[in-house]
């Protein structure tokens, strides 16, 4: 399979654009760069559907190779109809932010600003933490504490035969 080069440059093209555009305040331009990553997930798909083929119908003279993939097709329709219904959403998005506020930015958010004033190191969360946290567990000082005290007695080896008769 050859791939074409003019679609892989575009399909590069419109992630970097996206990707830039997802990163602006403004919801319009991030409307539009998830446009733009809409459209170009859809190359690639197209692409990796190979050199256009017979159209996928049963003939028994046909060689199989020569079929056409439905699967990308119908990837790409998939991809057409979730794209759209995230534009729709996204739209509803960006004309209440207009009703209510007159402004297509995203301001900062109060709580943001302090979270990100804060410093990283947190008392609690860096604290040392001793090895051994269980209430319950006793960690043994010396080598003869180590060892449990039923290990060091010999086994009971009884001389009467429990159960049946002899």
């Known amino acids: 399979m050859s791939i074409n080069l003019t679609l892989l440059i575009v399909m590069g093209v ?7 555009l997802i990163l602006e305040r403004s919801l319009t331009r991030v409307l539009l760069g998830l446009m733009l990553l809409a459209n170009a997930t859809n190359i690639l798909i197209l692409s990796t559907g190979g050199y256009a083929g017979l159209a996928p119908l049963f003939s028994k003279e046909t060689n ?8 990308p097709q119908a990837l790409i329709l998939t991809s057409i109809v979730i794209s759209f219904a995230v534009t729709a959403f996204m739209l509803g ?22 979270v990100a004033k804060t410093p990283s190191f ?16 006793v960690t043994p000082t010396t080598t003869t504490d180590r060892s449990h005290p039923e290990a060091t007695e010999k086994p009971h080896t009884s001389t009467t035969q429990e159960g049946g008769s002899a």
């Open 122 to 137: 947190d008392a609690e969360d860096d604290a040392i933490v001793p090895l051994e946290t269980s209430e319950f567990a």
């Open 14 to 20: 419109l992630y970097a654009c996206g990707i830039y």
């Open 93 to 114: 998005i960006i004309y209440r932010t207009w009703v209510l506020a007159r402004q297509d930015e995203i301001q900062d958010d109060l709580e943001d600003v302090r």
């Open 64 to 71: 199989p190779d020569a079929y056409n993939d439905p699967l």
